[in-house]
């Protein structure tokens, strides 16, 4: 079946834009994953859904980064008024699982944000 | 907090060569430990992952990692590199959030294999 899809896969944002990035998890996962990879680091966590129900939002930088799954399948990572410093690689995960750490992710391709 | 240290930000080795690739991790519980590889403009892939049992784990393209609970390591290996090996390898652990787990990843390995 399809994998974890990510859209746009490019964004390019002028500082002070909005801009929402999609995820289309594999079907049926319970759990999803949003990360964001800088350039030359490893994903960091922001936000973690089971279901439709954001679980953890510890790693979201600042209030301008909102993310929701209303109907428990679709993710939307949204960034408002966009800065320099969020220019980076953001990346959908998903699982099958809830509630346990030991089951494997499966990542998306990213979504390359440029703000200029 | 569990974190993961990834010794090596590249790792240049010659084909057919020994691979290794080495991560260290903390964690105040018995953790999760994985290992994925990123192609470029690619998501991450899972190699392999530790969760109880065999302290030796085997995993796809031929890579295999052996969780050290004294030393806190969990390092990969390869006997033999091939080209097809060259991409980035974050090691990560399995830490409990506020609303359940998320992993915590190095800051990754960059692997280059010369012919």
């Known amino acids: 079946g399809a994998g974890v899809s990510q859209s746009p896969r490019y964004k390019v944002a002028k500082r002070g834009q909005d801009v929402a990035l999609r995820c289309d998890p594999i079907?049926?996962?319970?759990?999803l994953f949003w990360y964001q990879q800088a350039l030359g680091q490893g994903p960091e966590f922001l936000t973690y859904?089971?279901?439709?129900?954001?679980?953890?939002k510890s790693g979201l930088p600042s209030d301008r980064f909102f993310a929701e799954r209303p109907e428990g399948s679709v993710s939307t990572l949204k960034i408002q008024r966009t800065q320099q410093e969020d220019s980076a690689v953001y990346l959908c995960?998903?699982?099958?699982?809830?509630?346990?750490?030991?089951?494997?992710?499966?990542f998306g391709p990213g979504t390359r944000l440029t703000v200029t | 907090a569990q974190s993961v240290t990834q010794l090596g930000s590249h790792v240049s080795v010659s084909e057919g060569a020994l691979v290794l690739l080495r991560c260290n991790y903390s964690?105040?519980?018995?953790?999760?430990l994985f290992w994925y590889v990123q192609y470029p403009n690619q998501g991450l892939q899972l190699l392999l992952k530790?969760?109880?049992?065999?302290?030796l784990v085997k995993g796809i393209n031929g890579f295999e990692a052996e969780f050290k609970k004294s030393e806190t390591s969990f390092h990969l290996t390869k006997p033999s590199a091939h080209m097809s090996d060259a991409a980035e390898y974050f090691c990560a652990v399995s830490d409990r959030g506020t609303g359940g787990f998320k992993t915590i990843f190095g800051a990754g390995t960059r692997l280059f294999v010369k012919a």
């Open positions: 995960a998903s699982s099958s699982a809830a509630g346990t750490g030991s089951y494997e992710q499966y």
């Open positions: 079907s049926g996962h319970v759990s």
């Open positions: 859904f089971q279901n439709e129900a954001q679980l953890d």
């Open positions: 530790y969760t109880t049992g065999a302290t």
């Open positions: 964690s105040s519980v018995p953790p999760y």
